[in-house]
């Protein structure tokens, strides 16, 4: 499996970004995939994830200005982020597993063993 992001750049408070991840050597109905962040000196956090019976976990900080979507044919997932601020500033990195998530756990890292490289996300 392999997930490469896209779209991650610098952004003033307020704006809004879009993220995309396409994977290969996965498919949707195979498991979960979402996107989690890293700032520097934190934990990676979940920012939200959606599974392959199309149920979705967000992060409480992201709720109401993060969206997540799928697009099957193009094995792709993306994570609209409006409204950013200056503590979504973090490298965000899409991950997956093969297999099934308990949907109040979607968004846990220790769940997801394919990561790709990231790509920073800087608010001002």
């Known amino acids: 499996v392999q997930l490469v992001e896209s779209g991650g750049g610098s952004v003033q408070a307020g704006g809004s970004l879009r993220l995309s991840c396409v994977a290969s050597?996965?498919?949707?109905?195979?498991?979960?995939m979402g996107w989690f962040r890293q700032a520097p000196g934190k934990e990676r956090e979940g920012v939200a994830v959606i599974d392959a019976l199309d149920r979705i976990g967000y992060a409480d900080s992201v709720k109401g200005r993060f969206t997540i979507s799928r697009d099957n044919a193009k094995n792709t997932v993306s994570l609209q982020m409006n409204d950013l601020q200056p503590e979504d500033t973090a490298m965000y990195s899409c991950?997956?597993?093969?297999?099934?998530?308990?949907?109040?756990?979607?968004?846990?890292?220790?769940?997801?063993?394919?990561w790709g490289q990231g790509t920073q996300v800087t608010v001002s």
């Open positions: 991950a997956a597993v093969l297999g099934q998530v308990p949907v109040r756990r979607l968004v846990q890292s220790a769940f997801y063993n394919y």
């Open positions: 050597g996965y498919t949707y109905d195979k498991g979960c």
